[in-house]
């Protein structure tokens, strides 16, 4: 979906979450720096569902599954924190903005999460008195401040349609120098989508300047703005996925009259629907930069560890303290809590209640909540605050502070533990790195297929793919000619593959079967479908079906291409091998199919599958297995986790 959700959207999908109040918060994982998933427990049956947020482009719900990391991040864990095993008890839109609050409630308060889905978007956790605990992005502006601590502040208030009269309506619209289709998406708050869906079904042209508009084409507008806010107050909604050319593109609430030479699908759930757009394409990050974004992460994940360790470290000290004031204040304190037992037994208790509220150690009680706080002074004069479990003697409450202190002391040790390989990963990125400056430099000729992903088929055939966007433009519209062959893997994230009828050397080879196939697997691995599934389907198509034009109303993304007529599909099963090629005068590591590989391979090969090992660490067993440098292994590497299948011919790990 090329366009980004607009508050009518929002407004839908809110409706159709109010199933999920009462439904309890059961795991929660960040399942990349800007992707969170929160997986709850259905209310009415035996079922679990998940809602996932990308922030600032998408929330919707899903039942599909997904890769967790091993590790949580900070912010995952602050989340589970405060929200696992709470009660999701409301979900709203703020003032008709692009902006979602989930409020979940447990024992001690209701939190909030806000997503913000608009600019950057930001995902933030609050407490009970609306203070941000933390959020996904810190952010600055004029008027307010999104970091931890700071009181939330929602952004400014904008028009909302539903509560907007024709006067007023009229008066937007004549003060605005704007045209229409942009008076309407900004200071009418409809979003540049709707705003022409709304021009397109009241018949005025959206090009039109606003004080060119007569007072009939506004009543006309209004009304049809009226028509079009019924159909989400009312519910009668009927949402539909969007396809052009078999290609999915869009999802609605209902048809659009302003959406030509489409397709529309039905579907029960919107929100649902919406997971189709699960799937982001993988942005591959420029070479040079890769080692200083992996320190970097690392550096992040460093400071995280140490700054955890120290939030336990005062916890277990925390916990020593109240269990040594209660042993310090043993007679008071074990009277308090004698006199609160003896409490529960009578029938009338409101006056008994409030003795024990104003006891001087008494901070709050509240039988009902079985809730108990007092204040005790230690050796130096400093009041502390202490919850006790008022069922319990003193003696039991002490244990269970101690305890607890030894439980939190078993994390550090593990977090002591993620520090010390966390410092050895930080360690041997610095070696490496002295080790590559230190390598003396060679100039080996470079060929012309080696800027782009490429492998050469068991029967001679050049294959080369696209690394990114850009790249998959210039290998279609500069290496995609007469006699050659188009491949790309059925799915979103993947990349452009040329299949060349010659060789390396330019000599002319006939693209075969086996080679066709060896390209889709190649498509197929290469792409995002590496990180979620064991096979993939991939298409090869003739150059003349591939364009770059699009049909009215369409829209061709950087490094896509529309493909018009039949596609030939073939299964592929995601597996690769990667190995020592002869090439001129040279060797290369190629990186592909597990036949054309072994064809070719003089020295042994690596064989790879999807798995959970980093690409990072792969990359190191490569480059020391054939001798190459880290770089030059992480190019022939697929986008993602992987595991050593098999090893042939050279040292296994």
């Known amino acids: 979906m090329q366009r980004g959700l607009a508050s009518f959207d929002i407004y839908v999908i809110v409706s159709e979450l109010q199933d999920l109040r009462g439904c309890f918060v059961e795991k929660i994982y960040q399942l990349s720096r800007d992707e969170i998933l929160f997986r709850v427990q259905k209310k009415t049956k035996n079922q679990k569902e998940s809602l996932f947020i990308r922030n600032g482009e998408l929330i919707c719900r899903t039942q599909q599954t997904f890769e967790t990391p091993e590790k949580p991040s900070l912010f995952a864990m602050t989340l589970r924190k405060y929200l696992l095993n709470g009660k999701i008890s409301e979900i709203t839109q703020h003032e008709f903005d692009r902006v979602i609050q989930i409020k979940i409630s447990r024992k001690e308060g209701t939190y909030t999460v806000v997503c913000e889905l608009f600019s950057k978007g930001n995902i933030i956790l609050l407490d009970p008195e609306g203070r941000i605990i933390r959020p996904l992005i810190k952010q600055e502006w004029a008027t307010r401040m999104i970091k931890s601590g700071e009181l939330y502040r929602p952004p400014p208030t904008q028009t909302n349609p539903f509560q907007l009269s024709e006067p007023a309506f009229q008066e937007l619209l004549s003060k605005s120098s704007k045209d229409l289709v942009r008076t309407l998406a900004t200071t009418v708050n409809l979003s540049g989508f709707y705003a022409e869906e709304l021009c397109q079904r009241a018949g005025v042209p959206k090009n039109l300047k606003t004080k060119e508009i007569d007072t009939e084409a506004i009543t006309r507008l209004y009304h049809t703005l009226q028509d079009l806010l019924s159909s989400f107050q009312t519910e009668k909604r009927h949402p539909v996925i969007v396809k052009k050319d078999e290609t999915i593109i869009d999802v609605l609430p ?78 008071a304190c074990e009277k308090l809590l004698q006199e609160i037992t003896s409490l529960l037994r009578q029938k009338d208790k409101n006056d008994l209640i409030q003795n024990i509220r104003h006891n001087p150690l008494v901070k709050t009680f509240d039988p009902i909540t079985d809730e108990l706080v007092i204040s005790l002074n230690d050796d130096q004069g400093t009041i502390h605050e202490l919850t006790l479990n008022f069922r319990k003697n003193v003696t039991e409450n002490a244990d269970m502070k101690y305890e607890e202190s030894k439980k939190t002391q078993e994390k550090v040790n593990g977090a002591l533990q993620a520090l010390e390989q966390t410092t050895k990963e930080l360690i041997l990125l610095k070696d490496e790195k002295v080790v590559e400056k230190k390598k003396k430099v060679t100039h080996e000729k470079q060929w012309w297929f080696e800027r782009f992903r490429w492998f050469i088929s068991t029967e001679g055939n050049i294959i080369v793919a696209g690394r990114d966007a850009q790249t998959n433009d210039v290998v279609v519209k500069k290496y995609l000619s007469e006699g050659d062959r188009y491949a790309h893997a059925d799915i979103h994230g993947a990349p452009s593959c040329v299949i060349k009828s010659k060789g390396p050397m330019d000599e002319k080879i006939p693209i075969s079967e086996k080679t066709l196939e060896e390209a889709c697997v190649f498509a197929a691995s290469y792409s995002r479908a590496w990180n979620q599934f064991g096979e993939a389907s991939a298409y090869w198509v003739l150059p003349e079906q591939v364009s770059k034009t699009p049909e009215s109303g369409e829209f061709v993304p950087k490094g896509g291409f529309i493909i018009r007529g039949k596609r030939n599909y073939h299964r592929s099963k995601l597996e690769i091998a990667v190995g020592l090629i002869p090439l001129g005068n040279d060797e290369r590591l190629m990186g592909g199919p597990l036949s054309a590989v072994t064809a070719r391979a003089t020295k042994g090969y690596i064989i790879l599958a999807p798995g959970s090992t980093k690409k990072s660490m792969i990359a190191r067993h490569v480059a020391k297995a054939f001798h190459v440098s880290i770089e030059t292994a992480e190019k022939v590497l697929p986008p993602g986790e992987c595991t050593i299948v098999k090893t042939i011919g050279v040292e296994a790990p």
């Open 254 to 331: 209902f048809p659009f009259e302003s959406y030509q030479a489409v397709e529309y699908e039905p579907t029960d759930c919107y929100s649902k629907a919406l997971e189709l757009f699960i799937p982001k394409q993988e942005q591959v990050q420029p070479q040079e930069t890769r080692q200083q974004k992996l320190r970097e992460r690392l550096q992040r994940q460093l400071n995280q560890q140490q700054e955890l360790i120290k939030e336990f470290t005062q916890r277990i000290e925390q916990k020593k303290l109240e269990a040594n004031l209660l042993y310090l204040h043993y007679q």
